[in-house]
């Protein structure tokens, strides 16, 4: 009986003291790598050219795989935009109906409410 004590206490101690290092190996390499996602942003970053038929160009970037991201046209003017959820494709909306729906290499841009540009994706 003692016997089946003592081995039971040493697979005790023997199974926390795995599981305990398991869970500090994570923390330690997260830790680590926070610097360097903090500096990676800029490489994360993606920009696409649209183009609308009368040969506009419209330029979005994000650097955070879309959750936000900045819509510039021709002319400079440059709009923040947020996810919007889209059940197909990318929906990302900004304030005073501004938005922009794409899917594959097409979408809709709209600047003003109720008017929307047909676009492409430039190559």
Known sequence: MKNLFLISTILTAAVLAGCNA???APA???AAS???QANSNEANEKTFKYLTEDKQIFTLKTTDNFETAT???SQGNSYALKNGHAASGILLEGENGV?????GDEGII????DKQFHVKEAQ
């Open 71 to 73: 819509l510039e046209d």
């Open 28 to 30: 330690t390499e997260a």
């Open 110 to 113: 709209s600047l003003v409410k």
């Open 34 to 36: 926070a610097p360097a």
């Open 99 to 103: 938005f922009i729906h794409t899917k």
């Open 22 to 24: 398991k869970e500090k």
